[in-house]
Nanobody, 122 residues
Framework: QVQLVESGGGLVQPGGSLRLSCAAS????????MGWYRQAPGKERELVAT???????NYADSVLGRITISRDNAKNTVHLQMDRLKPEDTAVYYC????????????????WGQGTQVTVSS
């Protein structure tokens, strides 16, 4: 099993910045993609950004140019640098990992962190 722990959330003014971090631990044979998702009140969880083991990234259109995802494969960590934040970025941000916990498994599984609150408000 893989455990994910997020950190770095908080309250920030519009136009401000935050850096979220996520560390994976536990039984890890291989991590494929890691990423961040968010869920605002009354809305469905949506993708923010992902990065695979080769460094290829994918971003939601709403955050392009403002958010950068990065990954340290050796440390099994992923970060989300958020700049020029907007009130609509307010949400609980969840770390996600597509990982194989055992060498004998042929398919990966999705693992989720508990989430960290990001609030953008004046």
């Amino acid at each position: 099993q893989v455990q994910l722990v997020e950190s770095g959330g908080g309250l920030v003014q519009p136009g401000g910045s935050l850096r979220l971090s996520c560390a994976a631990s536990g039984s890890i044979f291989r991590i494929n993609a890691m990423g961040w998702y968010r869920q605002a009140p009354g809305k469905e969880r949506e993708l923010v950004a992902t990065v695979n083991s080769g460094g290829s990234t994918n971003y939601a259109d709403s955050v392009l140019g403002r958010i950068t995802i990065s990954r340290d494969n050796a440390k099994n960590t992923v970060h989300l640098q958020m700049d020029r934040l907007k009130p609509e970025d307010t949400a609980v941000y969840y770390c996600n990992a597509d990982a194989v916990a055992r060498a004998g498994w042929s398919l990966s599984r999705n693992y989720w962190g508990q989430g960290t609150q990001v609030t953008v408000s004046s």
